[in-house]
T-cell receptor
Framework: SQQGEEDPQALSIQEGENATMNCSYK?????LQWYRQNSGRGLVHLIL?????REKHSGRLRVTLDTSKKSSSLLITASRAADTASYFC????????????FGAGTRLAVHP | EAGVTQFPSHSVIEKGQTVTLRCDPI?????LYWYRRVMGKEIKFLLH????????ESGMPNNRFLAERTGGTYSTLKVQPAELEDSGVYFC?????????????FGPGTRLLVL
């Protein structure tokens, strides 16, 4: 079965620095979505990138998708302490009627 | 527009008891999904409703889990009898159409602890 995998598992940076998280998957997808989860809270949708798209921006977020390598990256620029959270990629794979397959997540800590 | 809501936010029960979780999707969303995250593991899909019909229940772990969505509005997920390994966070998500590119909006989750 398909499984998304993020790396690194944990990332610790200073405020103002950029944070890059990567995600890999195994099968053909319809889209890939990134979510954020603050400690003890629900999942907040950040961005969706379709399989025919290569890059997408939303505010300080930049997502890339390389379907030939079956990988995606999430870049957070000029990070803030409030960005501290766990970040998950989730893939909606072809034939899966939009059910999402999640990776284990990257725990990001941004220090003031 | 109100988001996806879930009730209760936390539940602590003893092994063998029954627990019912409720999810209210965003109004007008035909698709409703249940996921769960067991401690230390990934978030995993449980099942998917389109209106009141079960589209995909391939992720349901066993027959102790029963999901319903009568009338195509809110959904309940009942665990009976609960076992220790059922502990985790149960998420509900909804999306508007049966569009393969639809964003799924998640609720805050129900934290279930089975003792």
């Amino acid at each position: 079965s398909q499984q998304g995998e993020e790396d690194p598992q944990a990332l610790s940076i200073q405020e103002g620095e950029n944070a890059t998280m990567n995600c890999s998957y195994k099968t053909s997808i319809n889209n890939l979505q990134w979510y954020r989860q603050n400690s003890g809270r629900g999942l907040v949708h950040l961005i969706l990138i379709r399989s025919n798209e290569r890059e997408k921006h939303s505010g300080r977020l930049r997502v890339t998708l390389d379907t030939s390598k079956k990988s995606s990256s999430l870049l957070i620029t000029a990070s803030r302490a409030a960005d501290t959270a766990s970040y998950f990629c989730a893939t909606a794979y072809s034939g899966g009627y939009n059910k999402l397959i999640f990776g284990a997540g990257t725990r990001l800590a941004v220090h003031p | 527009e109100a988001g996806v809501t879930q009730f209760p936010s936390h539940s602590v029960i003893e092994k063998g008891q029954t627990v019912t979780l409720r999810c209210d999707p965003i109004s007008g969303h035909d698709n409703l999904y249940w996921y769960r995250r067991v401690m230390g593991k990934e978030i995993k899909f449980l099942l998917h409703f389109v209106k009141e019909s079960k589209q995909d229940e391939s992720g349901m772990p066993n027959n102790r889990f029963l999901a319903e969505r009568t009338g195509g509005t809110y959904s309940t997920l009942k665990v009976q009898p609960a076992e220790l390994e059922d502990s985790g966070v149960y998420f509900c998500a909804s999306s508007r159409l049966a569009d393969l590119q639809e964003t799924q909006y998640f609720g805050p989750g129900t934290r279930l602890l089975v003792l």
